[in-house]
């Protein structure tokens, strides 16, 4: 049974950072063929993809956090970062965690929520 178990989140004000954790168990070593990816979803707004970065290490980012986001990812640690810096209250949302090989095999954290307000 494969778990993505995300940590990191919290209450910021504008300009702070956070960094995020994705942490993935029962998958072994196939975790190095898995792209990982973040999600948010704002509250009462559909989820969108934030950053995503493939088994090889291409990365792609959501306009909105370009410059700001950073994704990366640990294979022997088997887990995943989102380190997001200058935060805006737009960034709030919950923040979740997917793993996949293709759409039929990918799993998703339980979430974790972000908070930026003044």
């Known amino acids: 049974q494969v778990q993505l178990v995300e940590s990191g989140g919290g209450s910021v004000q504008p300009g702070d950072s956070l960094r995020l954790s994705c942490t993935a168990s029962?998958?072994?070593?196939?975790?190095?063929?898995?792209?990982m990816a973040w999600y948010r979803q704002p509250k009462e707004k559909q989820r969108e993809l934030v950053a995503s970065i493939t088994y090889n290490g291409r990365i792609r980012y959501t306009d909105s956090v370009k410059g700001r986001f950073t994704i990366s990812r640990d294979n022997t640690n088997k887990a995943a970062y989102l380190q997001m810096d200058s935060l805006k209250v737009e960034d709030s949302a919950v923040y979740y965690c997917?793993?996949?090989?293709?759409?039929?095999?990918?799993?998703w954290g339980q979430g974790t929520q972000v908070t930026v307000a003044s």
């Open positions: 029962g998958i072994g070593r196939m975790f190095e063929f898995y792209a």
């Open positions: 997917n793993a996949a090989t293709n759409v039929n095999n990918t799993y």
